[in-house]
Structure formats: C-alpha cells, structure tokens
T-cell receptor, first 113, second 118 residues
Framework: QKEVEQDPGPLSVPEGAIVSLNCTYS??????FMWYRQYSRKGPELLMY????GNKEDGRFTAQVDKSSKYISLFIRDSQPSDSATYLC?????????????FGTGTLLAVQP | GAGVSQSPSNKVTEKGKDVELRCDPI?????LYWYRQSLGQGLEFLIY????????KSGLPSDRFSAERTGGSVSTLTIQRTQQEDSAVYLC????????????????FGPGTRLTVL
C-alpha cells in the first residue's frame, strides 16, 4: 500500500462546476499538507498549504484536512478552463526539521468550456 | 526573483550512454531535491541535499544514479549506462530551510528535464 493514495482521474467537469479532489494517507505523523498544481510540461507549483487539521480558503480554492480520517481534500469553486491541470497532494513534517514531502500520483482535471 | 532552472529541457540519448542533468536552485535555498516523474506516476523521490550535511540518497533506484551539489548551489544528476526505463521527467526542487513551519519553506520546482532513452 502506498503511503499516499490519490485517484489519478481523469476528471472532466463543465466550466463553473465545483471540483472535489481527495487524498488518503496512512502515516498519522504527517503534520503539513499541501496541494500542488502542475500544468502540462511544467513543474509543480504550490497551490495550498495547511498545517494539521482544519480548513483553509484562498479565493476559489479551499483545502480541508481531517487527520482523524487521514483524508485531505481540495475544493475548486466556479472552475475555469485555466484550472485544467494535474493536482498533486503532498505531505510532510515527519521526523522534525525536514522538508521531505511524500506526493500522491496526481489527479488530472479537465474543465470544459 | 529567478526560480529554479534546469537544463537541458529535453534530452534524447541512446541506451548505454551516460547523461548529466543540471539544476540551479533559487539563490539562498539550502535544500535541494531531485525527483523522477514517469508517465502516470507521481513524483518519485531520488535524493535530497541539505546544507553541508550528507545527502539522503535513499531514493536512488540503482548505483547507476548519482548526484552532486557543488558549493551548496548547483546540482548535477548523473545517470550512467542509461536504460529505456530511465525515460522520465526529472524534476529538481529547492527550499529555503529545514522544516515546514511556513508555506515559504516548502519546495519550489523547476520545469524539469524530459529524458528519452532510445
């Protein structure tokens, strides 16, 4: 079993839809949770960063972390064609002062105009 | 400011040849990572440099893979005797300091080098 599980998709939605992306994980020691967005033939870029459980909102994006269920989510409201990309979840904070991250395999999202 | 840069952007080589991939991290970043991303796969961790500490090589898939970081800045990933299964995008990332206490501590990625082994 992988340490971080993510549905690879592809996920296709119409413009304006609410998108829900999810990851599950097995290591309860993870403390920091991130979502990266990766456009085709580009490197991943940090989209959302959260510490421990709870919600964080940034514009059309909301990240949720449920440590009791070992489950994280990214919601995209009013999705746009420009949101079409691969979304990678990432987790870290195990073992103290380290930046090491464990990534999910990514979910490919296509927003249809 | 300038982000993480990688060169070349694309590399096509023949099976059995050696290749070198270069990464220039963000100035002042002490941590540097190499990852491999194969089609349909997530980011596979390869190696991690932090300051002057011994690198974490735990992700290198075989002894054909090695990496160096000179002067705490530029890094080179070398793959010897390349195999077709080495074909992938090789991504480099850097971060400013150990720990993840702030979003700015997390990893910033370069655009990657797409390696094709024929």
């Amino acid at each position: 079993q992988k340490e971080v599980e993510q549905d690879p998709g592809p996920l296709s939605v119409p413009e304006g839809a609410i998108v829900s992306l999810n990851c599950t994980y097995s290591n309860s020691a993870f403390q920091y949770f991130m979502w990266y967005r990766q456009y085709s033939r580009k490197g991943p870029e940090l989209l959302m960063y959260t510490y421990s459980s709870g919600n964080k909102e940034d514009g059309r994006f909301t990240a949720q972390v449920d440590k009791s269920s070992k489950y994280i989510s990214l919601f995209i409201r009013d999705s746009q064609p420009s949101d079409s990309a691969t979304y990678l979840c990432a987790m870290g904070g195990v073992g103290g002062a380290t930046n090491k991250l464990i990534f999910g395999t990514g979910t490919l999202l296509a927003v249809q105009p | 400011g300038a982000g993480v840069s990688q060169s070349p952007s694309n590399k096509v080589t023949e099976k059995g040849k050696d290749v070198e991939l270069r990464c220039d991290p963000i100035s002042g970043h002490t941590a540097l990572y190499w990852y491999r991303q194969s089609l349909g796969q997530g980011l596979e961790f390869l190696i991690y440099f932090q300051g002057n500490s011994a690198p974490d090589k735990s992700g290198l898939p075989s002894d054909r893979f090695s990496a160096e970081r000179t002067g705490g800045s530029v890094s080179t990933l070398t793959i010897q005797r390349t195999q077709q299964e080495d074909s992938a995008v090789y991504l480099c990332a850097s971060s400013s300091r150990p720990g993840l206490a702030a979003s700015t501590d997390t990893q910033y990625f370069g655009p990657g080098t797409r390696l094709t082994v024929l």
